[in-house]
């Protein structure tokens, strides 16, 4: 299975079933931190995305 093969549904049904599982068994505190965790890694990981979109258009 690929991320990108799925519809936008498909993503959100996803994320927000692992986010419950996930989350079902953790503090508040815990909840929190990996919530704060998970949102730099998808910031950095749009970041490395758009340097590679950058220089993938620069090269062609």
Do not use: P, R
């Not at 049904?13 to 986010?19: D, K, R, T």
């Not at 815990?30 to 950058?54: P, V």
């Amino acid at each position: 299975m690929c991320f990108s093969d799925l519809s936008s549904c498909d993503l959100i049904g996803l994320s927000s079933s692992l986010a419950i599982a996930i989350g079902e068994n953790l503090t508040a505190d815990e909840a929190s931190i990996l919530s704060a965790f998970f949102t730099a890694l998808g910031d950095n990981l749009a970041i490395i995305a758009t340097k590679k979109s950058i220089n993938e258009t620069h090269l062609s």
